[in-house]
């Protein structure tokens, strides 16, 4: 069936780029990783009903797929950001937020299924293959980012470049209070998306979709998947105050890709599709703020650290002397 082979089409790459395969290059990795999330994020965005119509018996609506928009913009954000980096190491504490967020999306889909088994259930109910799409691609990606987490070990050499790398920039004048105080910002913020998402998914529903169309569990649960991928920015900013450039970079890249499919979503839902209520002009502005404030410090950081390379040179030839 297609939906299996499309869920395949994502797992296996997934589990390809992380698993020390000897005959597999870190060429063929890098990109196994990247296309394994541009493909789960453009079929959740574009069409999820590929992949998950399969796994309800009944009507599934342009709510549920709309809903599920939201999760694939992460995924599209993930592949952009590894796309950028390279293929160099990808900072365990970034490994580490993305492995908490594919285990708290397992867990959501798992739960649900649970709940949504009762007969009494209203709404959309799960078919026998839920269970099945759940495990093969959030636990592809669950199991993925724990083997990539366990092989990327940071030598003693790398964590003194980076700390010398930050002290260079500190004497010369180049750190940006901005800047920092930009990313504890956007941490605290991610958590409380990701707190009010995955804790109170019925409130926040009822309060932005229209009282005339009908929520369901399944609704709930992909507004708790939501609220788990923020998990990602919020450990994310919290770590990047202290990484390299390079990381801090990454991260940014990251973040600004998903406010703006974010920002986008919003527009087309409340615009174009017409789900949401009047109150949803709030979360819009909101949205739009929080875009327009990532790309500015990304702006301001590609200017503050326009010359970085060159500090960082000068920081690794400075620890091969001391040695």
């Excluded at 160099?88 to 889909?109: D, M, N, W, Y």
Aim: glycine letters at 4%.
């Amino acid at each position: 069936e297609m939906s299996l082979l499309l869920h395949l089409a994502v797992a296996v790459p997934l589990l390809l780029s992380a698993l020390p395969i000897p005959r597999l290059d870190k060429v063929s990795q890098h990109w196994a990783q990247i296309g394994a999330h541009l493909l789960l994020g453009v079929l959740l965005t574009v069409y999820p009903s590929s992949l998950l119509a399969w796994t309800v018996d009944g009507d599934f609506k342009e709510l549920h797929s709309f809903m599920q928009s939201y999760v694939g913009v992460f995924h599209i954000a993930i592949a952009a950001s590894i796309y950028h980096h390279g293929m160099g190491k990808q900072g365990r504490p970034f490994l580490f937020a993305r492995l908490l967020s594919s285990f708290f999306c397992l867990f959501t889909r798992l739960f649900a299924a649970y709940h949504l088994s009762e007969k009494s259930t209203r709404g959309l109910l799960i078919s026998g293959e839920f269970v099945t799409s759940s495990l093969i691609l959030d636990g592809a990606w669950l199991a993925a980012e724990i083997a990539r987490f366990i092989r990327e070990q940071e030598t003693v050499d790398e964590r003194l470049s980076v700390l010398c790398a930050e002290t260079t920039r500190c004497a010369e004048g180049k750190n940006s209070s901005y800047l920092v105080n930009a990313l504890y910002a956007d941490a605290a913020l991610s958590f409380c998306y990701a707190l009010f998402h995955f804790a109170f998914p019925q409130n926040i529903l009822k309060l932005v979709i229209k009282p005339s169309l009908d929520l369901d569990s399944h609704h709930y649960m992909w507004c708790r998947v939501f609220g788990a991928l923020w998990l990602m920015p919020a450990i994310g900013s919290l770590t990047a105050v202290h990484a390299s450039p390079a990381l801090q970079l990454t991260h940014l890249i990251q973040r600004l890709v998903v406010q703006v499919g974010i920002f986008v979503l919003h527009i087309y839902g409340h615009w174009i599709i017409n789900v949401f209520s009047p109150n949803h002009i709030t979360a819009f502005m909101i949205a739009g703020f929080f875009m327009s404030f990532h790309i500015s410090t990304f702006y301001r950081y590609k200017k503050a650290f326009a010359s970085e390379p060159k500090s960082n040179i000068s920081a690794r030839v400075e620890i091969k002397k001391v040695k």
